[in-house]
């Protein structure tokens, strides 16, 4: 039986799982994600309209696991409809190096609150 990597990361994440505060995520923040993070839930594409800044962005199935990661995204770029993707995790630039995220780790997320938009 083969053991899927956990990999919990140290942020605070928020998640948005409202049709507002989905389609308002990130859009027009001026400062970046700082050890915190956007969870948009259902979602299997993003776009970078109106961002000031570049992100992470791991895409997950229903069981939390990755199946697609697109880093270092820039403001104004479109992610299309991700197979199997359920939702969202956007991130700091640069998390998915630092904690060696690979598709098929499970991904343990620190809730803290709902966002509303």
Not at 74 to 81: A, E, G, L, R, T
Request: proline share 8%.
């Amino acid at each position: 039986m083969k053991t899927i990597p956990k990999k919990s990361l140290p942020y605070r994440i928020k998640i948005a799982n409202t049709f507002s505060a989905r389609l308002k995520g990130l859009m027009f923040r001026r400062s970046p994600l700082d050890r915190q993070g956007l969870w948009i839930t259902p979602c299997n594409s993003i776009h970078m309209f109106f961002m000031n800044f570049p992100i992470d962005a791991v895409f997950l199935d229903k069981e939390v696991r990755i199946v697609k990661l697109v880093g270092d995204l820039d403001p104004w770029k479109i992610v299309k409809p991700i197979p199997n993707a359920y939702s969202v995790v956007e991130l700091p630039v640069g998390t998915i190096k630092k904690f060696d995220l690979q598709t098929g780790d499970i991904l343990e997320l620190n809730v803290k609150e709902t966002v509303s938009a």
